[in-house]
């Protein structure tokens, strides 16, 4: 093997602050989230420093028990794509974008994509705010922090944050953001709110039990 | 057995139909990686192995690690391959010391990392 320990990759903990001392930089993950054609696509492609990209995940879904076909197997495969950018902030940490599905049905999806990831930006369209109570529901389940930034389309009525809050029914200390997905800055920006954001949230008290860790 | 000539570098397409080799053709119809791969573990060519005969999809995946580390999920997208597919070539590529692999690290609770927060922040602002 080649893996640079000998350990399990993938569940092998890494110690603060060594992160770059093979060559390697830190990627680091934020879910862009909200309704089908909010603006998931065009928010990630103007914040990524690389054209817009988009990979297949092969899923096998096992369908509803609505259809009576019987010793008919209800499994399918189906092919999602997820659009993703990049965004490069350091020699040591590497940004990466990426749109969840829109569709409410590759949910499941969403359990691997939002592993590990930092925080969450969902975009919101304030004529079709309850678009994104899907999403919402989803990142405060899991307890993935995020900021809502209502994409500002043209001719959609302006509201401001806190009625959207109320509408939402956010807790207090989600921030609400304007942004516009087309400008980079303000995408960006976005992304600024969502990191201070996590800052100001009180460390967990102690490693979830499942994990085995010991403080 | 003798390799097969292999005139071009990328896959086979055809124009009007695309791909001409269905994406599990070229993984030999297997649908797990040997070693465990993210979309975002990271990957850099070690040099020391020669993958030609390991067929195009293989040497194409190889082509475009380039000289640093980079994602798993930005080959699949370049391949234009499924990720399932893309994480096969490329274990394949690691189980031959081709390429070196890197897990990303996880993190379940970010806010215990102060200082990659106020670092993501300052790359960040860097951009504004």
Known sequence: MVYDDGSDPLTAPRTSGTEG????????????AGGFGVGKTTFVSTVSEIEPLSTEELLTTVSEATDSLEGIEGKSTTTVAMDFGRLTLDERHVLYLFGTPGQERFWFMWDELSDGALGAVVLADTRRLEDCFSAVDFFERRGIAFVVAVNEFDGSYRYEPEEVRAAVDLKPEVPVVLCDARVPGSGIQTLVTLVQYLLTQTPAPAPAPSHGAHS | MAPPALPQDGPWLDDAAG???????VINGRTRPSAPL????MVVPTGAVSVAHMGPEHTQALGLCGA??????EIAAQLRLPAVVTKVLLSDLVDCGALTAKAPTFRHH???????LEAVLDGLRRRL
């Open chain 2, 19 to 25: 791909r001409l080799v269905r994406p599990y053709t």
């Open chain 1, 21 to 32: 001392r093979d060559g390697f930089p830190d990627a680091l993950k934020v879910l862009v």
């Open chain 2, 110 to 116: 970010p806010t215990d990392d102060q200082s990659l």
């Open chain 2, 68 to 73: 640093g580390p980079t994602s798993v999920a």
């Open chain 2, 38 to 41: 993210d979309l975002l573990s």
